[in-house]
């Protein structure tokens, strides 16, 4: 690590009321943003951005999109108006080369998952904010490969977040425990952890888990777990879910974080399929 090299962190974003309360998670994300040297630009990995093709965002003004329901207005009401980077859209593409990235002048924005954490993170809103989807249609290969290839950037004072959860599995979850987790969860949670804190170029191997199918039902929350991984590979470096940052412990770190508002609304997976 130099003092130009910017780090790298894999948030789990949980519940969008995360960006409205002052929680634990939200007081790690607060930390890490002030703990952080100031980056050029930002670019994110949401599982909210989960489509049939790669692409970049390289609008100047990217919206806010609330990209959830059965949630209450105030949140519908957040803005979070950070400028975009189409120069920075196009340096991705660049450099990721002969992967096709696509860039986005229209049609996305900034989801939740980019968002919900980042107001925590960087609440005045004044850094580029530039968002990588996910190839819905490609394998795990992919998107380790991806993450290593984008390497370079963090040597150009961009900041890179993977935005989703380890665990990610609605339709399982206990709502008379909301503080709880069960075996198999803590488990797999475990083994990925392994794998980032000891060789996280190997965490494709959490594939063959016992546990991998409950955990990971979808894959577009995980996925962008593997991009901090492939950094991490590149950095020839271990992690443990931020990759040269430190952060301090805050107030409100025994907190609980927000839940989802009612059991009927629980949004489907794949939403952007």
Not at 41 to 46: E, G, K, N, Q, T
Not at 53 to 78: C, N, Q, W
Not at 100 to 110: A, P, V
């Amino acid at each position: 690590m130099t003092a130009e090299t910017m780090p790298a962190a894999f948030l789990g974003h949980g519940s969008p009321m995360n960006a409205l309360e002052h929680n634990g998670y939200t007081s790690a994300w607060r930390t890490f943003g002030s703990s952080s040297p100031r980056p050029r630009a930002i670019l994110v990995i949401s599982a909210h951005w989960y489509v049939n093709f790669s692409a970049v965002t390289a609008m100047t003004r990217p919206k806010t999109i609330h990209d959830f329901y059965g949630f209450p207005d105030e949140l519908f009401a957040v803005d979070y108006p950070a400028p975009g980077d189409p120069a920075l859209a196009a340096e991705v593409a660049e450099i990721v080369k002969p992967t096709w990235m696509g860039l986005d002048h229209d049609s996305w924005g900034l989801d939740h998952g980019t968002w919900s954490v980042l107001l925590h993170a960087f609440p005045e809103a004044n850094i580029p904010v530039v968002q990588l989807s996910i190839n819905a249609d490609q394998p795990f290969e992919y998107h380790l490969e991806l993450g290593a290839k984008l390497a370079p950037l963090r040597q150009r004072g961009v900041l890179i977040i993977g935005s989703g959860n380890v665990v990610h599995n609605l339709r399982r979850i206990d709502w008379n425990q909301p503080d709880g987790g069960f075996d198999w969860a803590h488990r797999f949670d475990d083994a990925a952890r392994e794998h980032l804190t000891t060789s996280p170029a190997g965490i494709i191997g959490v594939r063959d888990h016992a546990d991998f199918h409950d955990a990971v039902p979808t894959p577009d929350h995980f996925i962008p777990l593997l991009y901090i991984a492939g950094l991490a590979g590149a950095a020839d470096s271990m992690t443990a879910y931020t990759l040269g940052a430190h952060c301090p412990k805050e107030p409100h770190s025994d907190i609980a974080a927000a839940s989802l508002p009612n059991p009927a609304v629980v949004p489907p997976d794949q939403t952007n399929t």
